[in-house]
């Protein structure tokens, strides 16, 4: 039987990209890890981790274990939550841009919340480059963000395309530059789109700006603008531009999880496991 708390450390080196760090996540020192990884290599009889200068990359072997690792650890906080007789108990904070929460948090609270009812959740919404920084300052404990530069700690949990998008009734003029509502400078999708279109020069023009994702869903769904979604957040009053629109195409996006350093309490943790109960993992591709 795997040693669960040896799979803590495991994954924290999957998350984080190294012992040293991986060790501030368990709070555990660097040696003890280490030993963990020993101990599961000798009893798996396969090595997890190549060394390569401070970081670690996984071996085919390690890849294969994350998703088990995961599961079992899912399961004995599943087993703790309906056995314990008063639960998990507290509070927790949690970070995401508010168009994740427009799109997401519903389905995590409404998860979370089955499983640990006396668990209080605030949330915190904010770009994912300033929840990045909160999470690093110790204001959140846990933070659903984009991957972006810098940004340290970060586990995968979703990853498709992006895409352009407009409200059906949405019908600029033909051959005219297309208008379009995005968010403020510092907003990671809005770069993606600067950095795409510098080769599409005058097939846009920027109409409306805001930094609120509330603001921009109205100007878009009002069929004024288009604007840049991750694939599996359009609704079914979208639809999706492409080329024959005089638009490039866009890269694929990464969200998932970043958390405060140190150990983790009980509560951050059971939340994590229902942000990635609720979005799932994986890569879409456009239909």
């Excluded at 450390?9 to 890890?33: P, Y």
Aim: with cysteine; hydrophobic share 45%; net charge positive.
């Amino acid at each position: 039987m795997l040693d669960t708390d040896q799979l803590r450390s495991f994954l924290a080196i999957v998350d984080t990209g190294s012992f040293t760090r991986a060790g501030e996540r368990v709070n555990k020192t660097q040696s003890a890890v280490s030993m963990h990884i020993r101990r599961l290599e000798e009893q798996l009889g396969c090595a997890l981790f190549v060394k390569q200068g401070r970081s670690a990359k996984l071996t085919d072997e390690g890849e294969k274990l994350i998703e088990y690792a995961r599961h079992m650890i899912q399961i004995e906080a599943g087993a703790m939550a309906a056995l314990s007789r008063n639960g998990l108990r507290g509070s927790v904070r949690l970070g995401m841009p508010d168009d994740y929460a427009d799109a997401f948090l519903s389905g995590i609270l409404t998860t979370f919340n089955r499983r640990h009812p006396l668990v209080g959740v605030s949330v915190v919404c904010e770009n994912s480059v300033e929840l990045a920084a909160q999470i690093k300052g110790g204001g959140i404990d846990i933070a659903l963000v984009t991957d972006h530069e810098g940004v340290q700690g970060f586990e995968l949990i979703r990853e498709e395309p992006l895409v352009w998008v407009a409200s059906k009734r949405f019908a600029p003029s033909r051959g005219a530059p297309v208008p379009l509502a995005v968010g403020s400078p510092s907003c990671l999708w809005r770069r993606v789109a600067d950095n795409a279109l510098r080769e599409r020069p005058g097939a846009t023009h920027g109409l409306f700006f805001s930094k609120n994702y509330s603001a921009i869903g109205t100007v878009v769904r009002a069929g004024l603008a288009a604007t840049v979604l991750p694939i599996g957040m359009v609704g079914d009053d979208l639809r999706v531009l492409g080329q024959e629109d005089g638009l490039p195409p866009l890269p694929l996006t990464r969200m998932g999880l970043i958390r405060a350093s140190g150990r983790q309490s009980p509560e951050a943790a059971a939340l994590a496991e229902a942000i990635r109960d609720a979005i799932g993992a994986g890569t879409r591709k456009v239909a």
